[in-house]
């Protein structure tokens, strides 16, 4: 049931990789209506490709979407490579998206908790492939890493 998703979003994350930006990808796909589910937005991180504050990979997938009418998000899923941060979370609730599909959170613990204390049914994966090309990143580029979370970086 969740295949179309994290494939999409994955691949968004590898975009974004490749392209030198923090590989997360999300994809919202909509489960209403007749028919197949369908995704309706995905993007991915895009904060160091176009020097934005807030383009992580669940608010691109949002933007991407366009406008859409409360009943699709109400009939949606997010897909997302890594955890939701406070913004992304922030974004998920207000539209209302009662379930999120995470390819992992080794790398970084979001706002899970939150989204299941306001009724989101949270489902990790624990994706091997997401955990792997997050790390690469991180190694890779921990000054960008940590920007990208709000931190300072951590000499450990």
């Known amino acids: 049931m969740d295949r179309l998703g994290m494939e999409v ?3 968004n994350a590898k975009k974004s990789y ?6 997360i990808g999300a994809a919202l796909v909509y489960h209403g209506g007749d028919g197949e589910p369908r995704v309706v937005g995905e993007g991915h991180n895009a904060r ?8 992580h990979g669940e608010t691109a997938a949002l933007e991407n979407a366009g406008r859409l009418k409360p009943d699709v998000y109400r009939n949606s899923t ?9 913004m ?5 609730l207000l539209y209302k998206i009662p379930r999120v599909v995470i390819g992992e959170n080794v790398n970084f613990v979001g706002e899970e908790e939150l989204l299941r204390s306001r009724g ?4 990790v994966l624990n994706d091997e492939e997401c955990k792997a090309l997050m790390a690469q990143y991180i190694r ?7 920007e990208d979370i709000g931190e300072k970086i951590r000499k450990d």
Do not use: F, H
Request: charged share 20%; net charge negative.
């Open 9 to 11: 979003a994955y691949a």
């Open 18 to 23: 490749d392209e030198g930006g923090v590989p």
């Open 48 to 55: 160091v490709q176009k020097n934005s504050p807030i383009l």
């Open 78 to 86: 997010m897909y997302t490579t890594l955890s939701p941060c406070s």
């Open 88 to 92: 992304c979370a922030g974004a998920i």
């Open 120 to 123: 989101v049914e949270v489902v």
């Open 140 to 146: 890779e580029k921990p000054e960008d890493w940590y």
